[in-house]
């Protein structure tokens, strides 16, 4: 149970990059790092392209006028200059940046946390993975949703055999807020998405199936993908080549098949993330639309639905719980939850506490590593004209 | 708004071969066809390959014992020789004997009504085809879950407009009966559908997924397959070469995709046969498990589930009405309705009325022909290693 | 498992009174009359006030012309002189002929079956009970959503203590379909229920809750109301002193508490027919909107759905299992329940097999009488002001 | 929509007393007045009634080590003497504390929030009202519930007309975990609740249905309650005479009815919390259970299930908008609403703002003293023996 008391001795100071006015993201990542102000403190910024714009922002949110900066290059080089200076970053800034701001943030010796999907190619994620390594570094992914303690349930349930061995994974990430293409010409945040050169080779793909892909692996972390089939479609002909469809078929090593279905044209959809997984017993499924519950069928019981903050879940689980049962939990929880997480691996980073980060499951730059290649993959197999590719 | 009345002069004297006393669907279609009396009359029986046990049925049916025969051979010999002999018949007996017994009905001079999947092949649906022509006769094919009238409120809104142009087609008919293999020793019911010889060339595919291929002809009948890819498993090894598991990709010829999930093994699954329908501007999506609604979701505005029996509902949809909006309707009044359009092609086939069976919608031998056209387009591309088919 | 074979012996000869072409209820008293054609067989009709008008529709059921009667009084004095005349008759018309249409039929020595609520005072039941103790015949009233057997594994759960002692009871039988005076005006159906003479002293009281209130008997035999209050309201004034809306306070005799909502003008509610009952370790919940589904909650576990047909369910609640689970019961497959137990019920008499009824648990006079007497004190108590009185 | 930039010039210094770390509703409060650190800061706290505890508790979260105080009285007096000194507090003690806790703070020049129900008695409530305006202070009641926006959805839905007169209005708070007596001697939460000295006249009309009371007036502020009749029962018998259950019937002074239902006894019940307003054209209806949805029913047409976030929302619900639709929102964020809403009170009185606090919809002193008006109401009729009495 978490009531705000401190994880880590005091909180890190913290800073992001992007996430300005106008971002829907940015929130997200303040709200889930200043929740309890145990964890994070927000001291500096470089919050929008537009440095003006950025400063009045800042100001707004309560950092001090002088440590709210023009860019990032900036931030990190006079920050360094302070004995008080940022010890981590956030970047909340569209894809094609990723890369340069986090070797930039890690070269200067600080925490990153950044947006997914990480970068455009897995072998930028090992080259920052290495650098991350060399510099003693914490690189955490903003998987938002996977914060939700439900998923740990899962995790748990399915380690413990209550579903039998897993046959059938059952992941979908779609909505229909992109089922035209005004958005595309009159949104910032929805302009960058279908533009491959800010974008990367996927739309749909990086910008929400990695999320749910993610999730699988959180709760079936013992489950490899031998190879997929990807199937993808710009239903917005302008937007190709990058797709907003697409579906995959993917084996797994041990037997088991899975599909995905990734859209942001499945129009009027308000409740399209969701997990099912089908097990030789029993299956479970989780729904992002009510994500305080969970629900376990036994083949020839009674349904079961679990919620949220309740004793008869798992301690793993509970261990996140912060409103008690009754009391709904959304977004903003999951999101406290992995940054918490985020600033325990970064105190314990510095600490050398290495028992404390093998135990933490938390969303780190193997997560985003995984995403990154999930997004090389799909997209081979799409373009070879959707046929079954090794997963690599 | 049906009450009961008569829709064809008389009822049709009807008989049964198979569906007896341990069927599970045998109910069904005697439910569906003596609903109200003024469809069908049931005439004369071959319930049981055991002549004792079908014999002891019906008369327990209340058919006169007399016109209770030991097999369908004497039943169409001995009926024929009857002024007041029977007129059409139906088959519900394991897949592998429809197809001979649908020929002899026909050369009996009898109109059909035949369980899915129709037969084997599709050549032989070609064959029955042409043999119900020459003698004049109906062949209908029992999709039971498309006789629910929320499905032509479906294809009435398609046809309209309401959702735009079709982009995404999402199937499933899934559940986990046999999630493990002890029904495949132990029940009659189950033994046979995975027996190649008797079952045909898959499981799943034809037990189930038939239907939702069906019904998705039925409220979409301009979208055309062009290619289809499917993916099939026995996750119960014992069941090889028939699948437990399918998972199919669609492209359709104006562009769209598809998808359909069918499965015995969704252990704990008790919701699990769905459609959906995403359209550019709009979606519609109906699920077995609540089937007096229907979810329509237009982009961008609320969420609206109609409701059966309102009148709101379009007249297409309401002519199938029995209960009144509120009065849950369920599968047997779907069976009911199908029966009763069986009746009325079957009248109007006697008296040369073609402008009736022009306007009919009902499942027809040619809803037969797809079905199994399906089945050998899905297993076609399986056997082939999961690849893209053309839709043959 | 019911799969049509005969119960009893023969079917009934049976009439309807009423329940003529724009009946609405009437289709739905055939229909679970004739379904499967071994409980009944309808071979007679007084079907409509316009005798012309009802005959016509009798035709087009397949009754014969010279059994079309143009009331009542003929239709039981010829069909009395008949060797196949009729055994029993519905009675389906408006609630103010009830009570004649009933004692002419029992005089005339039929069984009969009548609409819900049976008469307008208790007194004239215990008139009409003590006839038919003396004719030995039946009198079954049709609420015909008891006959739902989702209801029969709560009277199962709750006899077995599976939810401990009961403390609070939560009925509602709400609608929408009157919030307005347009139907008070144009429809038929409508218009009788808000008048006095034709309706009775109440409105839904009558029409809804003694559906619901019966249905409450039904599951838990065992609980008496001592006391209750009734706060009654005519929100559309033109029907005053007829309610279409009401409150109900209960207290029953074993110290738990019950509340009734009922009303006709609960706009847009197409889900407002439901049962709760609440027990000291766990709750059973049932709504008609979902009839295949029961909810029961244990404190401190899992929410549980039980879902119609599955083997764990009761046998006194599979018993009346027709279609298998996954395949949707609703509304007729209920009616055909409790008129098959009407039919047993009168076979049963007939052949002075008492143990059977003793058995048989069915909406027989003692459920109408309850019916009427749950009016009564409802009424009373909405008279002198919404106060509490002794349930007399 | 908020995105965590400044609505007053800067946050307010702010302490808690009580909300210690074994409270489950202190880090409601935390969170909910921290949430973006715009609106409070956390500067000094008497946490527990162990002070020892409560220091070491305080440290945890950060507190200065010299600013938390062993008691109320002592941190009111200490604080005053500083420069920065504490300008709001908020308490979150058991009930019988309040009035005293809230005099001392509003005489130390504080503005107060404080948890409901706000004192026993509302002559309690007018007093200090009138000792608060002398003061100049804001009094806040955390009806954290009440800062969901989709309430403001539906009061303006009603205000514009929308579902038409009000007619019913149906109520319910209820929950499962005190249906055994086993918390009540084991709980230090649970213990004091149902001890009349510590509580109050009344259990769970005080704990929960205040709530809902609350929630009712904020979306028609219009509608008073001219009488009412409660019924209220300890089916705990150790809890007599405070009730874990209770009934209430109301009437409007516009003709329209009530019900309230609250319970403690709601065994197994997971979403028993929820307000639905029946209107003469349409109903509204929002569950807690999911409290991003509003179902909006007009009589003849589609059910509307409106989604936060969305932007057919009325501006006033879009307002309090933080994480952009399909993006759950749970409690967190309604106490965030809340919380922010009183700081702007806070700031607006502190500046002689009344316009402003004219137009600030939030729970203030007066709708303290609503819910305390509405428990003595409840048990004046429930004492008398569960009688009309006016609502005074």
């Known amino acids: 149970m978490l009531n705000g008391e401190k994880k880590i001795s005091r909180p ?16 997200k990542h303040r709200t889930g790092a200043l929740r309890d102000n145990t964890a994070f403190q927000l001291v500096a910024g470089a919050f929008d392209i537009d440095a003006d714009r950025g400063k009045d922002f800042g100001v707004n949110l309560g950092v001090a006028e002088d440590r709210l900066y023009p860019d990032y290059q900036t931030m990190f080089s006079e920050e360094a200059k302070r ?5 981590a970053v956030s970047i909340a800034t569209p894809n094609g940046t990723h890369y340069e701001i986090c070797k930039a943030a890690l070269e200067a010796g600080l925490h990153v946390i950044c947006e997914k999907p990480l970068f455009f190619t897995s072998d930028e994620v090992r080259e920052v993975k290495a650098l991350a390594e060399e ?7 903003t998987y938002g949703f996977s914060g939700n303690q439900m998923l740990l349930q899962m995790r748990a349930m399915i380690e413990q055999g209550k579903i039998g061995e897993i046959r059938v994974v059952d992941l979908q990430y779609t909505h229909g807020f992109s089922c035209n293409d005004e958005a595309d010409k009159t949104s910032e945040a929805q302009k960058w998405r279908v533009d491959p050169k800010v974008a990367g080779p996927s739309f749909v793909l990086g910008d929400l199936s990695t999320h749910t892909y993610y999730m699988s692996q959180l709760i079936m972390p013992h489950m490899k993908i031998k190879e997929l089939l990807c199937d993808r479609q710009s239903f917005v002909g302008s937007r190709a080549p990058l797709e907003d469809n697409a579906h995959i078929l993917m084996h797994y090593e041990n037997g088991a098949v899975g599909t995905m279905w990734t859209s942001s044209i499945n129009a009027g959809c308000m409740d399209g993330h969701r997990i099912r997984i089908v097990g030789s017993k029993a299956s479970l499924e989780w729904w992002d639309s009510k994500p ?18 309740m004793s008869y879940l798992d301690d793993s689980c509970n261990t996140d719980e912060r409103l008690a049962a009754l009391h709904q939990e959304g977004l903003s929880d999951a999101w406290a939850n992995i940054y918490l997480k985020f600033a325990i691996a970064m105190d314990a980073k510095n600490r050398g506490d290495e028992e404390t980060l093998k135990n933490l499951v938390y969303p780190d730059i193997d997560a985003g590593l995984e995403g990154v290649r999930w997004i090389e993959n799909c997209v081979r197999s799409a373009d070879k004209g959707a046929v079954w590719v090794n997963f690599e």
Chains 1, 2, 3, 4 share one sequence.
Do not use: C, H
């Open 292 to 309: 305080n519950e969970l629900t376990y069928e036994v083949q020839g019981e009674p349904v079961q639905t679990l919620i949220r903050g």
């Open 135 to 141: 510099k003693g570094k914490i690189v955490g992914v």
């Open 12 to 27: 890190l100071r913290w800073a992001m990059v992007g996430g300005g006015r106008s971002s829907q993201v940015g929130y």
């Open 83 to 87: 004995e008080d200076g940022i010890e």
